[in-house]
Each structure stands twice: as C-alpha cells, then as structure tokens.
C-alpha cells in the first residue's frame, strides 16, 4: 500500500464512513479535560522504505477534549499529544503507540497527559556548527533536578537520488560536527539534529529538537607572503618562512621552483640548491595543510631571489700526487687524490720543466723516464669539473729526475764445466 506523507486536517466528528479510526478523551492529571491538543498521527512507512515517523494526519480535540483520526494499513503507528502552550499548570507532550496492522479496526485511547516539565532558561547549542568543530548542549535551568539523554543524528540524501535518510552520530553532551561525506555514510547530509529529552521525577518529558546546517571551516587566508632566507648557490641550502595566515595554520607544503620549473617539495620549508637552478631564480609556493573540514586554501607565492649561482670549486680531500721514484728507468704515475664532491670528471696535463709536456688527457697516462729526462722536472696539473659547480685545477708537487742507480752485482758470474782440452765451458753473468 503507497502510504502518502501529507498533513490532513480531520474533524473529531468526522470518520462517518467505514474507514477504521482511532480516538478517545484527552485529560490533564487533575481529570479536566484539555481542548486545542494537537494530535498527529504518524506512520513508519515500511511500505514507502522511510525510516523513521512521519506525520500522516492531524487534528485538534474539541471543546470536550475529544479527538478523532484515521488509521493507516502499518505496522508501526503513534499518537504525538501536544498540548497548548497556554495550557496552566504547563502540560506535557505525550506519545501513544498503538498496534499496527494491515488490517487496522477503530480503537479508542483515552490519553492523561503528564505535568509539563518547563525550562526557566531554554536549551541551546553552543559552538560553531561547522565540520571538524564540536558543539555541545547547553541545558538550560529547571525548576527541579533533571537528567538528559541525547541522540545525535545527521539527516540528508543518496547523492543523485531523492531518498532521504538519517543516521545516528552520537549520544553524548557534546559531538564533533561530522563530515559531509558520502564515503563514509552512503549520503551526503544537510543537517545535523540532537533530538534531547529532558526527565524529572512526577514529570513528563521535556522534549526539544535543535538542529543546525554545518557549514565548511573557513579557508586560511595568506595576508603575508613567504619569505626566502639563504645564499642562492649551489650547494647551499634556502629557507622558507611560510609568512602570515588567517586562521594559524600549523603545517605547511612548500613547492619550490627555478624559474618555472618545478624542482621538488618539502614539509621543512628547506631546499638544497641543485645544479638544475644555475642561471635562474628561486621561489616557493606555500600552501597550508588542510583537512576536509575546511575550504581549500588558494597558495601564496613568494618573491623571487636573486639568480642562482655556481657552487664553490671543489677541494681535494687528499691531493693528487705522483707515486713512482723520480729516476732515469723507472715509471711516474698520476694519482688523482679524493675530491669532496661526487660525480667529478678529472683530465691531467703533464709539465716538463714548468712546459706542457702533451696535450690534456686521461689520467691513467705515464711516463717512463730516459737518460734524456735526467735533471729534468716534471708535475701534473689535475683539472675537475662537476655540473653546477666552478671547476678546479690543483697540480702536484713537482719531481726533479736523478740518475738512475748503478748496477750492483748481486750474484757474481761463473764458468761452469771441466777445464780441460777439447772440453766446453758455460759462463753466467751472474745478477
């Protein structure tokens, strides 16, 4: 059966026909009876998949008190009671469930309603209704001592539907204004609801709803751009400050940039200068760390620094040299030495009495000394270069070429054989 959600007003003389009714007499705890009570009839609607109470039909008692409403084919149905403002002493709502059925028959329910339990201060929400914020009740003042129960809920839509539905959230004083996401709930919601009942002892329940639409947090807001610090050279490291935000943010991306590339982020504010920047200006491009709670912020870029510049030469950290014995006959090689700087290409040039002694070359390159270098000097000149950097030119010490050393005769020579006519002898040289 479709069940239509639409108020309807129904006299309590009307019903005439055969359609199943419900009524009754509507009193105050003193047995008088309470004319102007609004009553609604509300329904489930399992057959239309709601999930909670909605009003079908209304109407107000009498002069008598007496009220009359129609009942639906559901299996859940209620009464809400509320009576007049105006009512003296104040008069509590009240709800009345009643049997449903596919097939309702008339009943009669008579209602007393329960003393009025009236705030001196109303409750309130206190906080900022909006995502990621929390928001607490405020109960007010009573006459008497009083508890509260709390049901948190947020009511909303099936993204690229009409079906509404709610969901409860939480059932303490205060609660976190949840996030709109369908992620994480099936629906994006619209509002956030605490439905409060307030009891005292010989009282009815005080009954209220507050509701309110969050919204997002505000976007920070830069009202001071970021400000470079440090020496635009290769190799040397810039800071960032991240300058002046509305709302404080405490984190921070920092994209930076050579020109109009993009060389890389940090969470730190710090950046090494690579290479890649030589010949342009830095800057950076700071935006805050912002949860979905709140508006996305718009980055704030600062002012360019000056143009990057080569990084320092770099330095031996053991000198080059050259390893062999600076005599007549032997070899003399190069040895590079250690540098402080990674990926370095090295080329030597050899010098023969402060001369180029051959063009610049590869340093595995020897050289083998004869009589005619006798006296003669020789160093090697080291050139180094690595990208970003200004190259280096270290020599070694210079070597001056003695005589080779004389022979020494170590194992003296012999004859081997027998002395004697017609015999042969064998000499050695010896060593």
């Not at 976007?219 to 440090?230: F, L």
């Not at 020494?408 to 006519?421: F, L, R, S, W, Y």
């Amino acid at each position: 059966m479709l069940v239509v959600i639409a108020s309807a007003t129904i006299a309590p003389g009307a019903g005439a026909d055969d359609s199943p009714t419900v009524s009754g007499t509507v009193t105050a705890p003193s047995g008088s009876v309470v004319p102007g009570t609004t009553v609604l009839a509300q329904s489930m609607c399992l057959y239309s998949e709601c999930e909670d109470y909605r009003t079908y039909a209304t109407t107000v008692t009498d002069s008598a008190g007496l009220y009359r409403v129609a009942l639906v084919e559901d299996a859940y149905l209620r009464l809400v009671l509320q009576p007049p403002a105006t009512a003296s002493p104040a008069l509590a709502t009240s709800t009345v469930y009643l049997s449903g059925s596919s097939h309702p028959t008339s009943a009669v329910r008579d209602v007393r309603l329960s003393p009025g339990l009236v705030p001196t201060t109303s409750p309130s929400l206190q906080g900022v209704c909006q995502y990621g914020k929390t928001l607490t009740v405020d109960l007010g003042a009573w006459p008497v001592d009083v508890s509260a129960r709390y049901r948190w809920s947020i009511y909303g839509h099936t993204q690229g539907s009409d079906n509404s539905w709610t969901k409860e959230v939480g059932v303490g004083q205060s609660v976190v204004v949840p996030l709109s996401s369908s992620e994480e709930f099936g629906f994006v919601y619209r509002d956030l609801k605490l439905d409060l009942t307030v009891s005292a002892p010989g009282y009815g329940d005080y009954t209220s709803v507050l509701s309110c639409a969050p919204t997002f947090q505000p976007r920070y807001v830069a009202t001071s751009p970021p400000v470079i610090s440090g020496d635009p050279t290769v190799g040397q490291y810039l800071t960032a400050d991240p300058g002046v935000w509305t709302g404080s943010p405490t984190q921070f991306t920092y994209r930076w940039y050579a020109g109009s590339k993009y060389v890389g982020t940090s969470t730190n504010g710090r950046k090494l200068v690579t290479p890649l920047a030589v010949g342009q200006v830095m800057t950076v491009s700071v935006l805050p760390v912002s949860g979905a709670e709140r508006e996305a912020p718009s980055p704030s870029v600062s002012a360019p620094t000056t143009t990057v510049a080569l990084g320092p030469a770099p330095v031996p950290v053991k000198a080059p040299s050259l390893s062999g014995a600076p005599r007549v006959g032997n070899t003399l090689k190069v040895d590079k030495g250690y540098w402080n700087l990674p990926d370095y290409q090295t080329t030597c040039a050899w010098f023969r009495d402060g001369k180029p002694d051959g063009p610049v070359g590869a340093c595995d390159t020897v050289r083998v000394l004869s009589a005619a270098d006798y006296g003669h000097r020789y160093l090697v000149q080291v050139h180094l270069t690595t990208p970003g950097y200004q190259p280096a030119v270290v020599s070694t010490a210079e070597v001056t070429v003695l005589a080779g050393l004389p022979a020494v005769n170590t194992v003296p020579p012999k004859i081997d054989g027998t002395a004697q006519v017609g015999r042969i002898l064998v000499a050695t040289s010896g060593t």
